[in-house]
Nanobody, 122 residues
Framework: QVQLVESGGGLVQAGGSLRLSCAAS????????MGWFRQAAGKEREFVAA????????YYADSVKGRFTISRDNAKNTVYLQMNSLKFEDTAVYYC???????????????WGQGTQVTVSS
């Protein structure tokens, strides 16, 4: 079972950048597609981005396409979310997630991190 710990959240002005990291335990990290979700106050959790186990394929929500980049370093058991041109509406708790399949990690991941707060000031 993979365990996930996010870091890198914080307060940033609109137009700024942040990079989130998600450190995973387990020796078979490269087998797991990984993803990022977010949940704003009073809203449902939504998909943000996902990446295949090899890192060769990525997926993005339309709302972040062109601004966010998901990547992974399997040697470090870490997945990243580089967030540029941040907007006020990007404010949310961001969660790292893992699943056995890309479809699963995009819709209903089996494993979740505890979340990290990202606040964008306007």
């Amino acid at each position: 079972q993979v365990q996930l710990v996010e870091s890198g959240g914080g307060l940033v002005q609109a137009g700024g950048s942040l990079r989130l990291s998600c450190a995973a335990s387990g020796r078979t990290f490269s087998n797991y597609p990984m993803g990022w979700f977010r949940q704003a106050a009073g809203k449902e959790r939504e998909f943000v981005a996902a990446i295949s186990g090899s890192g060769g394929t990525t997926y993005y929500a339309d709302s972040v396409k062109g601004r966010f980049t998901i990547s992974r370093d399997n040697a470090k058991n870490t997945v990243y979310l580089q967030m540029n041109s941040l907007k006020f509406e990007d404010t949310a708790v961001y969660y790292c997630a893992a699943d056995n399949s890309v479809g699963g990690v995009k819709r209903s991941p089996q494993v979740w991190g505890q979340g990290t707060q990202v606040t964008v000031s306007s």
